[in-house]
């Protein structure tokens, strides 16, 4: 083990997805995970809410979380927001996320449905995946990536069915340095 505790906190997300991305997760990180449904309520996201936009402004509710959970060193927080977020200048945005702290995944845009598509929980739970990674990578230290790489910027949803749900080489090294045991396979 690293040493590292990844804990989940769900905002309206099914826990049979975050079961299956907790225990994806497990398989990816050496370090516990564990699913907080507790944690936070859905009243946190009300203040962020914009209603002209219909989105959830995800710097604030960033900011807001940190100052709310704090920063624990040896503890990545993911946030699931069953939402729509945005930050100013961009329609909208997959997830953020902070250094040393986690991040959060909005998850209205993953569902297939959102563009009019048959659902399937397989693909909708991929692009889960793929979006947590790519946050807690930036919660690790990671920069944005040019290779075929978990963490390439992902601007539509075609962004992020084309990268795969892994670190490249280069990123996998670079986590190796920074958190020595972080991964299963360095
Ligand atoms: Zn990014
Ligand atoms: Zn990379």
Known sequence: MAGIAIKIAPLG?????VDWLADSLKSIFNSTVVVEPKLLSMS?????????????????????????VGVVPQQRLLVLVNGDGFVEGLNFVFGVSKPGWGGVVFTERLRPEYYGQQPSIALYRMRLLKESLHELGHSFGLPHCQ????????????????????FCSSCAAALN??????????
């Open 147 to 166: 290779r075929r790489c978990v963490m390439r910027f992902s601007n539509s949803i075609y962004d992020v069915d084309a990268k795969p749900a892994a």
């Open 44 to 68: 946190v996201l009300l203040d962020f809410y914009d209603e002209e936009r219909d989105q959830i402004d995800a710097e604030g509710l960033l900011e807001k979380l940190q100052s709310t």
């Open 177 to 186: 340095r920074m958190t020595p045991g972080l991964l299963r396979i360095p």
């Open 13 to 17: 997300v099914e826990r049979g997805d």
